[in-house]
């Protein structure tokens, strides 16, 4: 066999490979949107659900989601960000930043259960939390620091030596050249980053089960005191959100029409992550024209 | 007869274990342009960065030796770093804008240092980008990234832009080397137009362009100073036969 001949068979093999690949991602996706789009009505995006009755909606674990990640992100951003910069900006390769990347790799590829478990036990047992909102940000926090942090030092990296050099020759300091030349001219990769990590927590159920918790109270939605407990602002109180309630309706849900309801939210739900992914795209391009052409 | 402005003796650097420069005796008068030249790896670049104390972002180097900027020593325990390059500045190999509008690139030292008087921001823009003569091809996109630039173009933004921070000495590492001869000539004239206000030292492979625009020229080979002289005399009448050997290609 000649090599022109092999290579025609290997690029074929590969082609069928990624297109296999691409077909069964595809058919899921068609599926779900199939028998989910249907679902969809206002009042199903909006209306409290109902636990025995048929004609429920997911309005409810829909703020949640929402809400759960707004905080996860502001409690880990911060974090992340300084984690980052001070790992690949600052810190030179001893022992202290090498067990510092061991440990963010090991709690990169801890299984979420396990996330979710220790959660339970540290914040809703130990520290008193109880099935809160709090719970859930703090072990989203857990689940979401490591994976934020490195696509932050990424997007650092990303960034040529030569412009930290412009930077300091031009009599900038350190601190100075990062936050004034480097983060600037990151933001757009860092910002994609944020996104689709977003993404990967909206739709996270296994950490959440035990630390927010499995029941959505009714929200008053005129009350937005974050100290009254009907209040969706409220942090201290339980909050299923969207991808817990799949679950929890296919594992237990005895509604008339649980399986409308779950295919209901499962669409939400991919629409959803498919959208921070379309905004990630979007919103980095545009960052960065604005930022580079003034 | 101009003072020294600036002063090495018997500097010696060290990547790790290994000597890069093995003890080096420079000075240079304020004003005027110095080439450096010399076979790779001879080390300019590295001479050059010590000038400015770039090299401090480099784990394991040692540096031994005195560099006095003004009769002050640039390796002093409490000396400035960010004060020195705000004296001395540098432009690269590589042209390396910021991935801003032109002139956010010119003004980003002084508005950093805290200037916001727009009306002498512009000011300054408009003087430094005259000094690199490239203000005649930007003046009207004056507020478009200089990304778009060509890369003579947006060198000649990278002198500017170390120019608008008022530097006494400005150091330049192959400068031309990325760019096209025309260009490249664009920057020596812009080079030749700034010799007389500022103290120029430039790295540089091509002995043309040293020949061209350098008062003097220094001769570098394995980590020491061969010989440093006057251009003509370097090129016409060299004291050492490496440097003879050297600019009459025998090797290099
Ligand atoms: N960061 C570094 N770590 C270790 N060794 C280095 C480093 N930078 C340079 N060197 C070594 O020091 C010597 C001098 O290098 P330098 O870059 O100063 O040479 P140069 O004269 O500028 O060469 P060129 O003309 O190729 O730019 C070389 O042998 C090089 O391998
Ligand atoms: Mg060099």
């Given at each position: 066999m000649d090599s022109k001949k092999q290579n025609k068979i290997a690029i074929g093999t590969l082609y069928g490979i990624a297109g296999l690949v691409v077909l069964i991602?595809?058919?899921?996706?068609?599926?779900?949107?199939?028998?989910?789009?249907?679902?969809?009505?206002?009042?199903?995006?909006?209306?409290?659900?109902?636990?025995?009755?048929?004609?429920?909606?997911?309005?409810?674990?829909?703020?949640?989601?929402?809400?759960?990640?707004?905080?996860?992100?502001?409690?880990?951003?911060?974090?992340?960000?300084?984690?980052?910069?001070?790992?690949?900006?600052?810190?030179?390769?001893?022992?202290?930043?090498?067990?510092?990347?061991?440990?963010?790799?090991?709690?990169?590829?801890?299984?979420?259960?396990?996330?979710?478990?220790?959660?339970?036990?540290?914040?809703?047992?130990?520290?008193?939390?109880?099935?809160?909102?709090?719970?859930?940000?703090?072990?989203?926090?857990?689940?979401?620091?490591?994976?934020?942090?490195?696509?932050?030092?990424?997007?650092?990296?990303?960034?040529?030596?030569?412009?930290?050099?412009?930077?300091?020759?031009?009599?900038?300091?350190?601190?100075?050249?990062?936050?004034?030349?480097?983060?600037?001219?990151?933001?757009?990769?860092?910002?994609?980053?944020?996104?689709?990590?977003?993404?990967?927590?909206?739709?996270?159920?296994?950490?959440?089960?035990?630390?927010?918790?499995?029941?959505?109270?009714?929200?008053?939605?005129?009350?937005?005191?974050?100290?009254?407990?009907?209040?969706?602002?409220?942090?201290?109180?339980?909050?299923?959100?969207?991808?817990?309630?799949?679950?929890?309706?296919?594992?237990?849900?005895?509604?008339?029409?649980?399986?409308?309801?779950?295919?209901?939210?499962?669409?939400?739900?991919?629409?959803?992550?498919?959208?921070?992914?379309?905004?990630?795209?979007?919103?980095?391009?545009?960052?960065?024209?604005?930022?580079?052409?003034? | 007869m101009s003072e020294e402005i600036l002063t090495t003796q018997d500097l010696h650097l060290y990547y790790g274990e290994k000597e890069a420069l093995k003890g080096i005796n420079l000075n240079f008068d304020a004003k005027g342009i110095t080439a450096l030249i010399g076979p790779s790896g001879c080390g300019k670049s590295t001479y050059l960065r010590t000038l400015n104390r770039m090299n401090d972002l480099i784990p394991n180097v040692t540096i031994t030796g005195t560099i006095k900027f003004k009769g002050e020593n640039l390796y002093a325990p409490n000396a400035d770093t960010v004060e020195i390059r705000k004296e001395i500045g540098m432009v690269f190999q590589q042209p390396n804008p910021f991935p801003f509008s032109i002139y956010d690139n010119v003004i980003y030292g002084l508005r950093i240092a805290g200037e916001k008087d727009k009306e002498k921001l512009d000011a300054v823009v408009e003087k430094s980008l005259r000094q690199a003569a490239v203000w005649d091809e930007v003046k009207d996109h004056l507020h478009e990234s200089a990304l778009a630039l060509s890369g003579g173009q947006q060198q000649r933004v990278c002198i500017a832009r170390v120019l608008a921070v008022s530097p006494e000495i400005i150091l330049l590492d192959e400068p031309t080397s990325a760019l096209d001869p025309v260009s490249s000539s664009q920057i020596e004239a812009t080079l030749l137009n700034l010799r007389h206000d500022y103290t120029i030292i430039i790295v540089t492979h091509n002995l043309q362009q040293a020949s061209r625009i350098a008062d003097r020229t220094a001769f570098f080979m394995n980590g020491e100073l061969v010989e440093v002289d006057q251009t003509k005399n370097i090129f016409m009448n060299p004291a050492k036969k490496q440097t003879e050997d050297y600019i009459s290609g025998r090797f290099g």
């Open positions: 991602l595809l058919a899921l996706l068609g599926y779900i949107l199939a028998s989910g789009l249907p679902q969809l009505s206002w009042h199903f995006l909006t209306a409290p659900a109902k636990a025995f009755l048929k004609g429920g909606g997911v309005g409810v674990q829909l703020f949640n989601s929402f809400y759960l990640l707004i905080l996860a992100m502001a409690i880990s951003f911060p974090i992340a960000l300084g984690a980052a910069i001070y790992l690949y900006e600052y810190a030179r390769d001893n022992w202290i930043t090498t067990t510092i990347r061991t440990a963010i790799e090991i709690l990169s590829s801890l299984p979420s259960v396990v996330v979710g478990l220790f959660g339970f036990l540290f914040f809703v047992v130990k520290l008193r939390l109880g099935f809160s909102i709090l719970s859930g940000a703090f072990a989203l926090t857990f689940f979401n620091l490591p994976l934020l942090t490195r696509s932050i030092e990424d997007s650092l990296r990303t960034i040529d030596l030569e412009q930290r050099e412009g930077g300091l020759a031009l009599g900038l300091s350190r601190w100075e050249t990062i936050t004034r030349v480097i983060l600037p001219a990151a933001v757009p990769s860092i910002l994609t980053g944020v996104i689709l990590s977003a993404g990967r927590v909206f739709g996270e159920a296994a950490a959440l089960i035990y630390t927010a918790g499995q029941s959505a109270p009714a929200l008053n939605f005129a009350d937005w005191n974050p100290f009254n407990i009907s209040s969706p602002l409220n942090p201290m109180r339980p909050a299923e959100t969207l991808a817990v309630h799949i679950w929890k309706i296919n594992s237990e849900g005895i509604m008339p029409d649980a399986k409308a309801i779950s295919s209901g939210s499962s669409a939400v739900l991919i629409i959803a992550i498919l959208l921070f992914n379309f905004a990630a795209r979007y919103v980095g391009k545009r960052l960065y024209k604005r930022l580079t052409s003034a | -």
